[in-house]
T-cell receptor, first 113, second 113 residues
Framework: GAGVSQSPSNKVTEKGKDVELRCDPI?????LYWYRQRLGQGLEFLIY????????KSGLPSDRFSAERTGESVSTLTIQRTQQEDSAVYLC???????????FGPGTRLLVL | QKEVEQNSGPLSVPEGAIASLNCTYS??????FFWYRQYSGKSPELIMF????GDKEDGRFTAQLNKASQYVSLLIRDSQPSDSATYLC?????????????FGKGTHLIIQP
């Protein structure tokens, strides 16, 4: 079946604007994860969903970041009042369950001018 | 503090030789260990996972896990130029999915033709 998909693939925005990033997990995967990867850096865990609940939001960098998930389906990551330091690739991954292998989407490349 | 450590490299290996990539982790209770490959500008893709002590082989790849030493490695036999990439070690820590995968910063591998 199809893999994890993310949209948009690229997003350029102006400082102070809000952006919404979308992730479609693999069908049947109950767990969904968001990561951030700055240029030349490792992966930074942001948030995890099991179903539509998020047991751990402590990875979100600030209160400008929020995420939600509809059932065991699409998730959106919203960044309000974007700052230049938000520029990064935002990666979504999904897995069958909590301890299972995570499969990554292609990422959304966000550039805040 | 939960950490996954990798030598950032670059690690340069001649074509046809064995590439050895190493990773240590801080949380003794960790249960699941993953190796991902990331080409420049692309998202991570799973190479192997290992849960039990010992070796696990898949084609040219062998993952080795030693929980007592908190050490996991990836061997690539008959290295090819197409193996040149950044290899990310990831550990699913005791908190399970609530912590996501904790990633090392990756080792940049260069296979010299």
């Amino acid at each position: 079946g199809a893999g994890v998909s993310q949209s948009p693939s690229n997003k350029v925005t102006e400082k102070g604007k809000d952006v919404e990033l979308r992730c479609d997990p693999i069908s049947g995967h109950t767990a969904l994860y968001w990561y951030r990867q700055r240029l030349g850096q490792g992966l930074e865990f942001l948030i995890y969903f099991q179903g539509n609940s998020a047991p751990d939001k402590s990875g979100l960098p600030s209160d400008r970041f929020s995420a939600e998930r509809t059932g065991e389906s699409v998730s959106t990551l919203t960044i309000q009042r974007t700052q230049q330091e938000d520029s990064a690739v935002y990666l979504c991954a999904s897995s069958l369950g909590e301890w299972e292998t995570q499969y990554f989407g292609p990422g959304t490349r966000l550039l805040v001018l | 503090q939960k950490e996954v450590e990798q030598n950032s490299g670059p690690l340069s290996v001649p074509e046809g030789a064995i590439a050895s990539l190493n990773c240590t982790y801080s949380d003794r209770g960790s249960q699941s260990f993953f190796w991902y490959r990331q080409y420049s500008g692309k998202s991570p893709e799973l190479i192997m996972f290992i849960y039990s002590n010992g070796d696990k082989e898949d084609g040219r790849f062998t993952a080795q896990l030693n929980k007592a030493s908190q050490y996991v490695s990836l061997l690539i036999r008959d290295s090819q130029p197409s193996d040149s990439a950044t290899y990310l070690c990831a550990v699913n820590l005791v908190g399970g999915g609530a912590d996501g995968l904790t990633f090392g910063k990756g080792t940049h591998l260069i296979i010299q033709p």
